[in-house]
């Protein structure tokens, strides 16, 4: 069955700090792959994805994510943490599987410290 | 621009109760979907629509039914509530395979 998978439940990172946040997939084909952020009370907002071409995507809010298809990963990278950045962060996956459907996996919550 | 709209926003509903969870969205978009959002487990795909008159099943139907009479409104009813039923609720409308999610719905099963 298709799943994705975030390894880590929650991050701390220092302000100012890098940030990966790790994505694997499990899918046959190659999927189209999201990013999704939650803010505390808010809905989802989308963050950047990937459905062809070059393996590098830009997003917003200075987010980048790598697709690596002999790794089936998709790890989202930021080069320099902001306060503001504190949030959930989803990676997803879309299947075209009668109909097309978006599987989510279960979340990464970051923490900024000052 | 009110993107997808769902109301109400909170909600407590005594076990064996039935409600519906209301969701519009005026940006035209034909595919919309409902989600529930579980503590160490993301979102997990309830039920969706391709257009008006079509429905199917996600990963987590039972206990939920659904039905899509206009392009605009994606209803969520739970028929006879149990505390398992206790999430928050998304409901979004997609266009080019991308999401666009409501503010949610905070349900409460007791």
């Known amino acids: 069955a298709q799943s994705v998978t975030q390894p880590d439940i929650h991050i701390t990172v220092s302000e100012g700090a890098s940030l990966e946040l790790r994505c694997n997939y499990s899918y046959g084909a190659t999927p189209y792959l999201f990013w999704y952020v939650q803010s505390p009370g808010q809905g989802l907002q989308l963050l950047l994805k990937?459905?062809?071409?070059?393996?590098l995507v830009q997003g917003i809010k200075g987010f980048e994510a790598e697709f690596k298809r002999s790794q089936s990963s998709f790890n989202l990278r930021k080069p320099s943490v902001h306060w503001s950045d504190a949030a959930e962060y989803f990676c997803?996956?879309?299947?075209?599987?009668?109909?097309?459907?978006?599987?989510f996996g279960a979340g990464t919550r970051l923490f900024v410290k000052a | 621009n009110a993107g997808v709209t769902q109301t109400p926003k909170f909600q407590v509903l005594k076990t064996g109760q039935s409600m519906t969870l209301q969701c519009a969205q005026d940006m035209n978009h034909e595919y919309m979907s409902w989600y529930r959002q579980d503590p160490g487990m993301g979102l997990r795909l309830i039920h969706y629509s391709v257009g008006a008159g079509i429905t199917d099943q996600g990963e987590v139907p039972n206990g939920y039914n659904v039905s899509r009479s206009t392009t605009e409104d994606f209803p969520l009813r739970l028929l006879s509530a149990a505390p398992s039923q206790t999430s928050v609720y998304f409901c979004?409308?997609?266009?080019?395979?991308?999401?666009?999610f409501g503010q949610g719905t905070r349900l409460t099963v007791v």
């Open positions: 990937y459905f062809s071409g070059d393996t």
């Open positions: 997803a996956v879309g299947l075209n599987t009668g109909g097309f459907k978006t599987i």
């Open positions: 979004a409308s997609s266009y080019s395979r991308l999401l666009f």
